[in-house]
């Protein structure tokens, strides 16, 4: 990948002007400063990084006709409030996975959140977040095509508004230090979220174009119930790079020649007495998971659940956990969830938890409750 920027290609500022006009003088400026100005302290660094998360925050309806949107736009539940977190909170409240500042940079914690405001992002309207999802607000699931689609398309919309929201704050942090577009590993971060922002936009049209043609046939989906319920639920999209056996599907951090980094979208809750897993992929991507989700079906319950216990804690954030499931857990076991979760984004933790022999040594389907 490029890590400099064209000077005739748009400013990584989001200001539409070509970067030779734009940040590139403003950068050369800012690099013969004093050096002193420019260095912070790594709490400040932190707590910057995360007010401009909050900054780049941002409403948009994600539904099709927008002509029918209402202006509200209120956050929006990316997993059933009313059917799911309800059932997985106890007075009112669940745990996810936040994180707390350190000294050595933000650190995962489990920590309680009000199921008000559990998995809300602000991606549709009050009009489109009932209209378009009444087909599974109402009812039970039951392995309708339809309903196949909303569930993916609802985890479609979370990650693609996270993804703008990431390259938003990318383009904040440009427009506040220009230098930064001189700064390679800068500039790799920002190429990386302008591909992850394409491959959502496709993804995105593909869901768009299938729902105006009412075509809910555009998914290829594995449908499995446990008999027990969970306390946990998930909705969620990410590429995958591994399949059952290990084998590589997608590299995700040096091939940057495909057309696109395919999505899966997986949704796991618990229902009355029982569990629903929903896993789906868009068939145009056909080519990528068709072996992967031939996998998938193959496998008895309990080879899929240890799966999706890694797959989960490794690729999403959006989950959402029973205190119940959190009281239950050994504290050697909680330090194996968070870790693990971090080691996502950190090879070197991977190989301590290794060596601890403590690598996701823990049991998202417990079946305690
Ligand atoms: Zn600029
Ligand atoms: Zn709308």
Redesign the pocket.
């Given at each position: 990948m490029e890590l400099q920027i064209d000077p005739y290609e748009p400013?990584?500022?989001?200001?539409d002007?070509k970067?030779k006009f734009?940040?590139?003088q403003?950068a050369r400026e800012e690099m013969h400063k004093n050096r002193e100005e420019l260095s912070h302290s790594d709490d400040r660094l932190n707590h910057m990084a995360q007010q401009r998360w909050g900054e780049a925050d941002f409403e948009v309806c994600f539904g099709f006709d927008k002509e029918k949107c209402k202006p509200l736009i209120k956050g929006a539940h990316s997993i059933q409030n009313n059917r799911v977190l309800n059932r997985i909170s106890k007075d009112g409240h669940l745990y996810h996975i936040g994180s707390k500042l350190t000294k050595s940079g933000p650190y995962p914690i489990l920590k309680k959140i009000s199921r008000n405001k559990a998995s809300k992002f602000f991606g549709f309207c009050d009009y489109h977040d009932t209209e378009i999802f009444k087909p599974i607000e109402l009812k039970d699931y039951s392995q309708e095509p339809i309903e196949n689609y909303l569930f993916a398309f609802r985890s479609l919309t979370l990650e693609y508004h996270r993804k703008i929201r990431v390259l938003n704050q990318l383009r904040d942090n440009?427009?506040s230090f220009?230098s930064a577009?001189l700064d390679p590993m800068s500039v790799n971060f920002y190429r990386t979220a302008l591909l992850d922002f394409e491959d959502y936009s496709k993804d995105y049209n593909s869901f768009k174009k299938d729902y105006l043609e009412r075509n809910f046939n555009g998914l290829r989906t594995v449908y499995r119930k446990l008999d027990f319920e969970i306390g946990f639920a998930t909705s969620s999209a990410f590429t995958v790079q591994y399949d059952y056996k290990g084998k590589q599907i997608n590299d995700i951090y040096f091939d940057k020649s495909v057309d696109k980094m395919p999505s899966i979208y997986v949704n796991v809750y618990p229902i009355e007495s029982g569990t629903n897993i929903i896993i789906s992929y868009l068939v145009e991507d056909e080519s990528v998971y068709k072996d992967y989700f031939d996998q998938l079906e193959s496998l008895t319950n309990e080879e899929l659940v240890s799966h999706l216990n890694f797959l989960i804690i490794e690729y999403t954030e959006n989950v959402f956990f029973s205190p119940e499931l959190v009281e239950a857990m050994t504290e050697k076991e909680e330090d194996s969830l968070l870790r693990s979760f971090a080691s996502s984004l950190d090879i070197l933790e991977k190989f301590k938890l290794e060596l601890e022999q403590n690598y996701f040594k823990f049991n998202l389907f417990h079946n305690s409750i």
């Open positions: 400013c990584p500022c989001g200001s002007k970067y734009c940040c590139y403003k440009f427009k220009p577009t």
